[in-house]
């Protein structure tokens, strides 16, 4: 992963395996390994968020001299995520099948398509705009 845009798309992946494996657990009722499962999937996300918010996104929009184009946007999306996350949690709390299962589809789709903007505009965009791509990934890695 030598560039900003393949360690990026794989901490979506990785996120997405847990996520998806939360959904499972929930499936199928074992409500322990859903708790675990979304505790790790809730702690990855975050730091991914974080990543993109305190060190991506800035450098970003230094190099391009503007705060109000994509990155604006994926902030207000991460927003979104982040009330949903709240929303699940408590459904996970009540061990309420229905409702979690509701709210991680509309999540996922969520996070579809927020990750396909990122992969396929921001992170190529970024890769090509930062004037030290190389030192903005060792930071990213280092985050």
């Given amino acids: 992963m030598n560039s900003i845009p393949e360690h990026m798309t794989h901490d979506h992946r990785r996120c997405d395996e847990i996520f998806s494996a939360t959904e499972t657990a929930v499936g199928q009722a074992d409500w322990p390994t859903a708790t675990t499962l979304w505790q790790q999937f809730y702690q990855l996300i975050e730091q991914h968020f974080n990543t ?22 994926m902030r207000m ?16 709390t009540q061990q309420d099948t229905d409702r979690v299962l509701g709210q991680t589809e509309t999540l996922m789709i969520l996070m579809q ?31």
Avoid at 52 to 73: D, K, N
Avoid at 125 to 142: G, H
């Fill in 52 to 73: 993109e918010e305190q060190l991506l996104f800035p450098a970003f929009e230094q190099a391009t001299g503007s705060s109000s184009g994509p990155t604006s946007v």
């Fill in 77 to 92: 999306e991460h927003q979104q995520m982040r009330q949903l996350f709240e929303q699940i949690k408590g459904a996970l």
């Fill in 113 to 143: 398509q927020h990750n396909m903007k990122e992969e396929q505009i921001l992170y190529p965009m970024s890769q090509q705009v930062l004037p030290d791509a190389a030192a903005t990934l060792q930071l990213i890695k280092a985050g």
